[in-house]
Nanobody, 114 residues
Framework: QVSLVESGGGLVQAGGSLRLSCTAS???????MRWFRQAPGKQRDLVAT???????YYADSVQGRFTISRGNVRNTVYLQMNSLKPEDTAVYYC?????????WGQGTQVTVSA
């Protein structure tokens, strides 16, 4: 089992940047890690994935603006978000899927003002 804690959310103007962090209670270097987001009244959508080998995937809506990466410490994952738009406003969640189950953090709010 692993617990995940997101941080780094906040209020930013359109065009600005934020970096979200996901800190795990133990090493996650052997697992794919994902960032999801959920806007009010909408489903939770996949934003970005990084494999254990470092391959990345991005949703079309964030391609070219967001970057997922692993930290030098083996239990951290980041989401660098640039050129933010009002439609990026959502609660962002870190996710890790293991044989023992699927784990989520509590989420961090990102609000982008026009």
């Amino acid at each position: 089992q692993v617990s995940l804690v997101e941080s780094g959310g906040g209020l930013v103007q359109a065009g600005g940047s934020l970096r979200l962090s996901c800190t795990a209670s133990r090493s996650i270097s052997n697992y794919a890690m994902r960032w999801f987001r959920q806007a009010p009244g909408k489903q939770r959508d996949l934003v970005a994935t990084i494999s254990s080998g470092g391959s990345t995937y991005y949703a079309d809506s964030v391609q070219g603006r967001f970057t997922i990466s692993r930290g030098n410490v083996r239990n951290t994952v980041y989401l660098q978000m640039n050129s933010l738009k009002p439609e990026d406003t959502a609660v962002y969640y870190c996710n890790c899927q293991q044989l023992s189950g699927t784990y989520w953090g509590q989420g961090t709010q990102v609000t982008v003002s026009a």
